[in-house]
Nanobody, 127 residues
């Protein structure tokens, strides 16, 4: 089992920045494939970015060039640096890990096959 705890959300104005963190505990071997997923009110979950154990990443087009995912394995922590935030980035942000069975498609942005989820952290961007 993996426990994931996000932090770093908040309210910012458009153009601002936030850095989200996600600390993993428990079976951290299972955090080799992780991602950030967001869900805005009334909308379906949307994959934002994934990262695999080699550090390869896959970003959604809507955030490419503005968001950066990184991972500190020594601290078992996943980060999401979000710059030039836009009102449409407003959502609950979740970090999640895919179990080993789904590692072959680790970089898929489909928000499925994530067996472990954090509780989420709210990001609100005002215009």
């Amino acid at each position: 089992q993996v426990q994931l705890v996000e932090s770093g959300g908040g309210s910012v104005q458009a153009g601002g920045s936030l850095r989200l963190s996600c600390v993993a505990s428990g079976d951290t071997y299972s955090t080799a494939c992780m991602g950030w997923i967001r869900q805005a009110p009334g909308k379906e979950r949307e994959g934002v970015v994934n990262i695999d154990s080699y550090g390869r990443t896959n970003y959604a087009g809507s955030v490419k060039g503005r968001f950066t995912i990184s991972k500190d394995n020594a601290k078992n922590t996943l980060y999401l640096q979000m710059n030039n935030l836009k009102p449409e980035d407003t959502a609950m942000y979740y970090c999640a890990a895919r179990p080993r069975t789904y590692w072959p498609r680790c970089l898929s942005l489909l928000p499925s096959d994530f067996g472990y989820w954090g509780q989420g952290t709210q990001v609100t961007v005002s215009s």
